[in-house]
């Protein structure tokens, strides 16, 4: 076959129209029908482009102008959205940005599930979709023997001075900028990636939106901690709120955030929240929904999926500190979660006391190996809950879902692909996905969270 030559060359300045978004945001341009994806362009603009890669079948293009603009266009609030990778969509109006997720929900369903016909519902969005985040966790640096902390610039392990984030919530931002200035008069050192020398590596603030309680966890690269006593007393009397100090140790050359060992540097173990009308214990290494707002949506609407009348057994995948399996446990007759984090179930055991729900059990474990124990053992479940991270539900999992035949499966997803695929799989064993609730847990970023509906044919 004869190479057919890309029409546009590296560096080259075109005009371009833009005509989709891709899932990631970024606008695309045809040139005879070859497409180049920009960053921050909208479908209907016009814009000046710059082609900075060039691929066999696509390439990338800068925008230096938009020529005509969309009226979905909006000035972004935050000063380094276009040097943070953390948000990609700030330039978009909110109405935008849910329709553009609904559409990646269906493209992902039709494309990698093969599922034409299954209505996914549009996106349930936030009132204010900014503020939102109960967590934050930022790398520190030393920038001229300062301590500096922001996010990451895209790509890179750069990082960018910023004095606030407006999706993270404002307390957690004053707090992270306290606790750098407390650690930087302290004398505390800041990790050197590059050398792996120095101890201060990152800096994460947790509150509990209902209860307003703060965990600060202070990452070191080593296990001792010099000036420890006089930063816990400076952070206690800056923030009397803080109910949990946390010293963690990750000593690996590593992106990974946390380490193995935790310490308790002040106060408790853990914090706490409510979602509803269930109250949580959360720990430094546990899972926990980022958005609270939103979580009491998606968790309403993963219970209604299931359907429980009070009868039934219930099995919560993936479960985290027990949050799903708790809400469920309200409406069925017994729940079993598992997890692997271990942590995240001596929290689940916790919450489960400090509700007084006495009809759910909580296993630690990789999930697709309990099933299959719980399979041996004779376990049927009327309902099974899945929400893996974003590499879905193991191969060996969904083999022993479809062995189980419980009536319902209900599929909580923070990947639109891999849940398409996983529901491909169950649907060649026997199930149907009745429809697909998305629900926008992450404003301003292209991330997006669904619910699946699943029936045994
Ligand atoms: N349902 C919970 C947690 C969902 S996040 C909530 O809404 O809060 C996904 C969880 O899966 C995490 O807690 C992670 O630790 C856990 N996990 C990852 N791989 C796993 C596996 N193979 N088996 C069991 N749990 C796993």
Same mark, same amino acid.
Request: aromatic content about 8%; charged content about 30%.
């Given at each position: 076959?004869?190479?057919?030559?890309? +029409?546009?060359?590296?560096?080259?300045?075109?005009? @371009?129209?833009?005509?989709?978004?891709?899932?990631?945001?970024?606008?695309?341009?045809?040139?005879?029908?070859?497409?180049?994806?920009?960053?921050?362009?909208?479908?209907?603009?016009?814009?000046?482009?710059?082609?900075?890669?060039?691929?066999?079948?696509?390439?990338?293009?800068?925008?230096?102008?938009? @020529?005509?603009?969309?009226?979905?266009?909006?000035?972004?609030?935050?000063?380094?959205?276009?040097?943070?990778?953390?948000?990609?969509?700030?330039?978009?109006?909110?109405?935008?940005? *849910?329709?553009?997720?609904?559409?990646?929900?269906?493209?992902?369903?039709?494309?990698?599930?093969?599922?034409?016909?299954?209505?996914?519902?549009?996106?349930?969005?936030?009132?204010?979709?900014? $503020?939102?985040?109960?967590?934050?966790?930022? +790398?520190?640096?030393?920038?001229?023997?300062?301590?500096?902390?922001?996010?990451?610039?895209?790509?890179?392990?750069?990082?960018?001075?910023?004095?606030?984030?407006?999706?993270?919530?404002?307390?957690?931002?004053?707090?992270?900028?306290?606790?750098?200035?407390?650690?930087?008069?302290?004398? #505390?050192?800041?990790?050197?990636?590059?050398?792996?020398?120095?101890? @201060?590596?990152?800096?994460?603030?947790?509150?509990?939106?209902?209860?307003?309680?703060?965990?600060?966890?202070?990452?070191?690269?080593?296990?001792?901690?010099?000036?420890?006593?006089?930063?816990?007393?400076?952070?206690?009397?800056?923030?009397?709120?803080?109910?949990?100090?946390?010293?963690?140790?990750?000593?690996?050359?590593?992106?990974?955030?946390?380490?193995?060992?935790?310490?308790?540097?002040?106060?408790?173990?853990? #914090?706490?929240?409510?979602?509803?009308? =269930?109250?949580?214990? #959360?720990?430094?290494?546990?899972?926990?929904?980022?958005?609270?707002?939103?979580?009491?949506?998606?968790?309403?609407?993963?219970?209604?999926?299931?359907?429980?009348?009070?009868?039934?057994?219930? =099995?919560?995948?993936?479960?985290?500190?027990?949050?799903?399996?708790?809400? *469920? /446990?309200?409406?069925?007759?017994?729940?079993?979660?598992?997890?692997?984090? +271990?942590?995240? =179930?001596?929290?689940?055991?916790?919450?489960?006391?400090?509700?007084?729900?006495?009809?759910?059990?909580?296993?630690?474990?990789?999930?697709?190996?309990?099933?299959?124990?719980?399979? /041996?053992?004779?376990? $049927? +479940?009327?309902?099974?809950?899945?929400?893996?991270?974003?590499?879905?539900?193991?191969?060996?999992?969904?083999?022993?879902?479809?062995?189980?035949?419980?009536?319902?499966?209900?599929?909580?997803?923070?990947?639109?692909?891999?849940? /398409?695929?996983? *529901?491909?799989? @169950?649907?060649?064993?026997?199930?149907?996905?009745?429809?697909?609730?998305?629900?926008?847990?992450?404003?301003?970023?292209?991330?997006?969270?669904?619910?699946?509906? =699943?029936?045994?044919?």
């Amino acid at each position: 076959m004869a190479k057919i030559k890309p +029409p546009v060359n590296k560096n080259e300045t075109l005009e @371009l129209e833009f005509v989709d978004l891709t899932h990631e945001g970024s606008a695309v341009g045809k040139v005879n029908g070859y497409p180049l994806f920009v960053p921050y362009g909208l479908p209907g603009e016009r814009a000046e482009v710059k082609v900075v890669k060039v691929k066999k079948n696509f390439g990338f293009g800068k925008l230096l102008k938009v @020529l005509d603009q969309s009226p979905e266009r909006i000035e972004p609030p935050c000063d380094v959205f276009y040097q943070c990778g953390g948000c990609q969509l700030q330039h978009m109006s909110y109405e935008m940005q *849910l329709e553009m997720k609904q559409k990646q929900v269906q493209d992902a369903l039709r494309k990698i599930g093969h599922l034409e016909d299954v209505p996914v519902h549009p996106v349930i969005g936030m009132e204010d979709p900014w $503020r939102y985040r109960n967590k934050v966790q930022i +790398p520190v640096r030393g920038v001229e023997g300062r301590l500096e902390t922001g996010f990451y610039k895209k790509r890179s392990h750069d990082i960018i001075d910023m004095d606030t984030c407006p999706i993270t919530d404002e307390q957690n931002d004053r707090m992270v900028e306290a606790v750098r200035r407390i650690a930087e008069d302290a004398g #505390i050192t800041p990790y050197d990636e590059d050398n792996h020398k120095g101890t @201060l590596r990152h800096i994460m603030v947790r509150n509990g939106k209902e209860t307003n309680e703060i965990m600060v966890v202070l990452v070191t690269r080593t296990d001792k901690l010099a000036f420890k006593d006089k930063l816990v007393e400076e952070i206690h009397k800056a923030y009397p709120n803080v109910k949990s100090i946390i010293q963690n140790v990750n000593s690996e050359r590593t992106n990974v955030i946390l380490g193995k060992k935790t310490k308790v540097l002040w106060g408790e173990e853990y #914090i706490h929240d409510s979602i509803g009308d =269930i109250k949580f214990k #959360i720990s430094a290494k546990s899972f926990y929904q980022v958005n609270p707002v939103q979580t009491k949506k998606l968790y309403d609407q993963a219970l209604d999926y299931a359907n429980l009348s009070g009868n039934e057994t219930v =099995i919560d995948s993936y479960c985290g500190i027990g949050t799903i399996s708790l809400f *469920l /446990a309200q409406q069925a007759k017994k729940v079993y979660g598992v997890e692997i984090v +271990p942590e995240a =179930i001596e929290d689940a055991k916790e919450n489960a006391k400090l509700n007084g729900i006495k009809n759910a059990e909580f296993f630690v474990g990789a999930a697709e190996k309990v099933m299959d124990w719980w399979k /041996a053992q004779g376990l $049927r +479940p009327n309902v099974i809950v899945v929400d893996p991270p974003r590499k879905g539900c193991d191969e060996q999992l969904l083999k022993a879902m479809l062995a189980m035949k419980p009536d319902r499966i209900v599929y909580v997803s923070c990947n639109p692909s891999t849940l /398409a695929r996983d *529901l491909n799989i @169950l649907g060649e064993g026997g199930y149907v996905t009745k429809e697909v609730q998305p629900v926008d847990m992450f404003p301003q970023t292209s991330h997006v969270e669904c619910v699946a509906q =699943i029936e045994l044919k």
